[in-house]
């Protein structure tokens, strides 16, 4: 059963949502009104504090699950609900998705590079695209998560997307390190032929009117490839929580949280991330894991495998590939060092 239908808390969706546009008027209007450029140490406060708000959240949720579930009489009434175990589990589960959500949003972080360097964005204006790229990820992810609460319901929907899962992760094993080229891009080519694109960027415009023409910048190409790529990217990432836990709030929550700090964990790794080259291969594993886990494993362990196992074997598999990345990079520069 659903432990937080949409039915009855239909209002922590409202106030979680006022308060996610809340905090984003805040970055634009006040801490971002001016456009400059990121640094490493601005983007890492910003790191640290979405972060800190996404674990903040993850411990009152916990308080909540807790308190609602021994002394409401719709959870008192479940034979063998132990409310502690209980709000525990639920708040696990926030914090597993938090993590492979995060964890998956840094193949999006090699994107923006690749996207960025293509269409010559300079660094100044890189946050603008991103605040309104993450804006308009935000809705899409309701919308795929609202559709996934319903579709997911159905096994053979479950299997569909565990395999789909584990065939993502396979080919990014096969696809290696090498940096994509957007020159042939099917994506940018439709939209150069959509758009009537003006050649140069004028400031922070979108869009430029010009001898009574409107021409849409290379600013706005860039914010539609990433709104596009965005949309392929939940279609791994939002059944990917759904195989942590059915909970659509808890599945709502964490992927906002982590979407919420794209932009600062961008600017933060922007300059390393040729180090963690990697890294993609973590996440490839992940991927395969929480595929099986849809397609198998769930159904192994009684219906739910544990998700500490979870947590553990996900924060294993990111962390591993990681330090694998740092070591061989270390390596490549010693040896670097030594012929010259």
């Avoid at 008027?25 to 790191?47: Q, R, Y």
């Avoid at 999006?108 to 690749?114: D, G, Q, R, S, T």
């Avoid at 929480?290 to 947590?311: C, Q, T, Y």
Wanted: positive net charge; without cysteine; proline residues 3%.
């Amino acid at each position: 059963m659903i432990l937080f239908p949409f039915s009855d808390y239909w209002w922590f969706y409202v106030g979680f949502t006022a308060f996610v546009l809340v905090v984003l008027a805040l970055d634009l209007g006040v801490f971002h009104k001016k456009a400059h450029e990121i640094g490493f140490k601005e983007a890492s406060i910003w790191t640290t504090v979405w972060i800190g708000l996404a674990l903040v959240f993850n411990y009152l949720f916990y308080l909540y699950a807790q308190y609602i579930f021994s002394t409401h009489e719709r959870y008192t009434s479940i034979q063998g609900l132990d409310p502690d175990t209980q709000a525990k589990t639920s708040a696990l589960e926030f914090l597993t998705g938090f993590v492979v959500e995060k964890s998956l949003a840094i193949d999006n972080i090699f994107i923006f590079a690749v996207v960025f360097a293509y269409f010559w964005i300079p660094k100044v204006y890189q946050h603008r695209v991103l605040f309104w790229g993450i804006l308009g990820a935000l809705i899409f992810r309701a919308i795929f998560i609202s559709m996934g609460s319903v579709l997911l319901q159905y096994h053979w929907v479950v299997i569909f997307f565990g395999v789909l899962l584990m065939l993502t992760g396979i080919k990014m094993f096969f696809a290696g390190t090498k940096p994509q080229n957007l020159e042939n891009s099917f994506i940018v080519r439709q939209l150069k032929r959509v758009f009537r694109v003006h050649p140069h960027i004028e400031g922070q415009k979108f869009f430029l009117k010009k001898d009574g023409l409107t021409y849409v910048t290379p600013l706005f190409l860039a914010l539609i490839f990433l709104e596009l790529t965005d949309v392929i990217f939940a279609v791994d990432s939002v059944p990917a929580i759904f195989a942590l836990t059915k909970e659509p709030l808890i599945v709502f929550t964490s992927n906002i949280f982590a979407i919420l700090g794209m932009r600062s964990m961008y600017f933060m790794l922007a300059g390393v991330m040729d180090r963690f080259a990697y890294i993609k291969y973590g996440l490839a594993s992940v991927l395969v894991f929480v595929g099986l886990k849809m397609v198998w494993l769930n159904e192994a362990f009684g219906g739910k495998f544990p998700i500490n196992w979870s947590l553990g074997i996900i924060a294993l598999l990111i962390s591993s590939s990681i330090v694998v990345s740092i070591v061989i990079d270390r390596r490549k520069k010693k040896n670097i060092f030594i012929e010259n």
